[in-house]
């Protein structure tokens, strides 16, 4: 007796009133803790409920359960999970729904899924539980498989059910089947089962159902808008996407984070900066947002306005995540500006996040186009040792061009014929470059018929190995180049560039004259060139493909798309703006050199952004180097 009161002296005053209040006092306790949140005093006290045989309500149980989520309580939960199991007391369906929640809240598949097995009832907030936790988990076959089970048991899904078992879908026949299912059931106009299905077509890349989805009846919900939208800018659609974007704000709909991060993405895809910094204005009226300033970092970069990025970067934006630092370092290196990108590396290296796969193809491709050799080699080969990755596809596709750009074309094949990976078609076409450059005539045919093995309708190799053999006077081997393309229906893809002014978009081909402007923009070409010529300008006819009309070399450089949009900026644009074009295709060198001697003589800047990377020029020279 004297031992039990010195072991109560030491125990807290709350817990001595245990011993002597009666069982309702101690449950009120217990639900005075769990509702204020006090996680250890709410254990304690349902330890001494436990020795007592006595339980609260499912409700109690539910609050202190969320408290053990908030405080990443898993011990604490599993104890709550064997409290109200002990004794034979048999909870309700609702508090074990709650328990099986939590353990997949805390990624503990495992112990939901052995929880689930042993429920004597089961509903269908239970049957949607374990749903939802595969499809999260990108478990999509038990995803589809829990759905079949729980209509075999008679348990009728609901639109979260639905919801959750469609983006789980990964094929478009099963996608198919779930739609004419819940079409069935009168389900296909519930938000969050449309917006579902939505995203799962635009997943699948099939855009059109996804459109169907959304215009089969009025839209109501901003969520739908945002799924549309969304799905559009990520499957490359940026002129749609923005066309439903202002249709969404006439129907009234004021657009929130999600939808903006989904317009500044269609932005990016047309390199649409003027609109962008439209967007951004609305940005602003936002407390801080990680996932929607990393795409107007993100749009900033790509649409070549670094000095708008690195402001973003250095002021807007209070927390960077590892997607932060590896846009802006990738940013800094497609621009131009590869030391910087490599300094900003070392910096992240410091005081940022661990680099990941993304960060180090963005340091590798900024030593391929700055010429850094030695610097590559070093992160290429130490990638694995420093940052725990593995090299991939694209990080040997930046270190062999590396090599292709520096003439170690022997090492680059060397390297293609070592990598892990089976090398596919763009990683031949980066040794194809190369050889053009430096002219290794016998590699290049080597080269174009691996990717043609790879790519039987690739134009672009089929066009470079005809000139290939034309330049060294081989011309069964051309005509033998010709009829391949003829019988494969393959043809040269025109050349394409895009400028916006004043608000819209004009789109120049090469031998289309349907501009409004075109005569004008020709005669302005041909005063340009006149100018040009007068200050040591040759058109280089290197740089001609030699397509199946035969065009006439210096007529067709003369009308390469890009000469086109850059006098019409001329023409349209005041001098203190920036002419910004975006093109279709790789510039091309006598292109490349028309640009910088036009920023000299005409004292402008021009940005030109084509597939692979940005050039700025300015006072007749490119950010590029002219090492492209």
Known sequence: MRRATSMLKLAPPWLVRFSS?????????????????????????????????????????????????????VEQGRLVHEHVFSNGYEPKTFLINTLLNMYVKFGLLDEAQKLFDEMPDRNVVSWTTMISAYSNSSLNHMALEFLILMLR???????????????????????????????????????????????????????????????????????????????????????????????????????????????????????????????????????????LNNALLDMYCKCGSLEDANLVFTRTMADKDVISWSTMIAGLAQNGFSTDALKLFEAMKLRGPKPNYITVLGVLFACSHAGLVKDGWYYFQSMKELFGIDPGREHYGCIIDLLGRAGKLDEAVKLIHEMKHEPDAVTWRILLGACRVHKNVDLAIYAAKEILKLDPTDAGTYILLSNIY??????????????????????????????????????????????????????????????????????????????????????????????????????????????????????????????????QLENRVIVIRDPIRYHHFQEGVCSCGDYW
């Open 21 to 73: 209040v009666s069982a309702s006092s101690l449950v009120d306790e217990f639900t005075k803790f769990c509702y204020q949140r006090d996680l250890p005093r709410a254990m304690k006290a349902m330890e001494a409920m436990q020795r007592n045989r006595l339980w609260a309500d499912a409700i109690t149980y539910s609050e202190l359960i969320k408290c053990c989520l908030v405080r990443g309580g």
């Open 153 to 291: 048991e008679g348990v009728r899904p609901n639109m979260f059910t639905y919801s959750s078992v469609l983006r789980a879908c990964n094929g478009l026949l099963n996608l198919r089947q779930l739609h004419a299912s819940l079409t069935k059931v009168g389900l296909e106009s519930d938000v969050f089962v449309r917006s579902a299905l939505i995203d799962t077509y635009s997943k699948l890349g099939e855009q059109q159902d996804a459109l169907n989805v959304f215009n089969e009846m009025v839209t109501g919900d901003l969520v739908v808008w945002n799924s549309i939208i969304g799905g559009l800018a990520q499957n490359s659609d940026g002129d749609e996407a923005l066309h439903l974007y202002k249709r969404m704000k006439r129907a009234g709909f004021a657009a929130d984070q999600s939808t903006l991060t989904s317009v500044l993405r269609a932005c990016t895809g047309l390199a649409l900066l003027e609109l962008g910094r439209q967007v951004h204005v609305h940005v602003l009226k936002f407390d801080q947002d990680l996932i």
């Open 470 to 599: 034309a330049n060294t006077q081989k011309w069964e081997d051309v005509a033998e180049v010709r009829r391949s393309m003829r019988a494969r229906g393959v043809k040269k893809e025109p050349g394409c560039s895009w400028i916006e002014v004043s608000k819209q978009v004009h789109a120049f081909i090469l031998g289309d004259n349907s501009h409004p402007r075109i005569e004008d923009i020709k005669r302005e070409i041909s005063r340009v060139i006149q100018r040009l010529v007068s200050v040591g300008y040759v058109p280089d006819t290197n740089f001609v493909l030699q397509d199946l009309e035969g065009e006439q070399m210096e007529d067709s450089l003369q009308y390469h798309s890009e000469k086109l949009a850059i006098v019409f900026g001329l023409m349209s644009l005041p001098k203190e703006k920036t002419i910004r074009i975006r093109k279709n295709l790789r510039i091309c060198g006598d292109c490349h050199l028309f640009a910088k001697l036009v920023a």
